[in-house]
């Protein structure tokens, strides 16, 4: 059953997940290159997704694809 409403990843290349209800689903959370695949099988129709953006203090909403392939220019 696919659970994962919202993926982000953030600084470090940390990946946390949330469900629709936004509730954490920490069975998800770990290095971007560990979690990802588990992330995948899990994902809602609708999922979203969304990349720190330091230094502004929030997220950018993203496509799966533009998530996926993100590096990090600031590290």
């Known amino acids: 059953m696919a659970i994962i409403k919202t993926a982000y990843r ?6 946390i997940a949330f ?4 509730l954490p689903l ?8 560990f979690a990802k695949d588990e992330v995948l099988k899990n994902l809602r129709e609708d999922a979203e997704f969304h990349i720190a953006t330091w230094g502004h203090g929030n997220f950018q ?4 694809e533009q998530w996926l392939s ?4 600031d590290e």
């Open 70 to 73: 993100y590096v990090r220019k």
């Open 10 to 15: 953030l600084r470090g290349d940390q990946v």
């Open 26 to 33: 920490r069975q998800f959370d770990g290095l971007f290159e």
């Open 19 to 22: 469900d629709e209800k936004g």
């Open 61 to 64: 909403k993203v496509t799966k």
